[in-house]
């Protein structure tokens, strides 16, 4: 019935449901269960920004530092079709585009200024000018796909139980 799984971003995780598997006996209830599944869709999405943020992003995963990263972590909008209710959370943009590399880790790769002379930045303190530098490379702390995986058996138990009380209203 309810289906957890990555979203169609490399950045985002998602839930669908397919309410075609309701079934017949449901149909009259059709309505009132698609209403019932989209505010849990919304409530499960601002659910797990907040788990992302609040725990996943303040040390138990990743240390904060500017808070872009926690700032770029946002519910999708949700969505109903005739046979689906989409809904996700999303992390990145143009604030924080690291998220993609710390989400899935990034290989060791040559950093190059482009639209300026030389790239600026401080280690301990000290201003840094350079060229180019190499970037060792980091490993993949899934803080969001971690998160989904580690609520999966909750929010596929809230999506059951916001059924059953739909059909029964």
Do not use: C, W
């Amino acid at each position: 019935m309810a289906t957890v799984r990555p979203g169609p971003y490399r950045e985002a995780v998602g839930v669908t449901i397919d309410t075609s598997a309701v079934g017949p006996y449901l149909e009259s209830k059709t309505s009132a269960v698609k209403d019932a599944l989209a505010a849990k869709m919304d409530f499960t999405t601002l659910r797990l920004q907040k788990i992302i943020v609040d725990d996943k992003l303040q040390g138990q995963l990743l240390n904060h530092r500017t808070g872009n990263l926690g700032g770029s972590v946002r519910p999708t909008e949700t969505t109903v079709t005739e046979t689906e209710i989409d809904g996700g959370v999303v992390a990145g943009g143009t604030g924080a585009p690291y998220a993609r590399p710390l989400e899935y880790g990034a290989r060791a790769h040559l950093i190059q200024a482009v639209n300026a002379k030389a790239l600026h930045f401080s280690i301990n303190g000290k201003e840094v000018f350079a060229k180019s530098v190499r970037h060792p490379g980091n490993r993949a702390y899934a803080f969001m796909r971690g998160t989904l995986d580690e609520e999966a058996s909750n929010i596929t138990a809230g999506f059951q139980d916001a059924v059953t009380e739909a059909a029964r209203s």
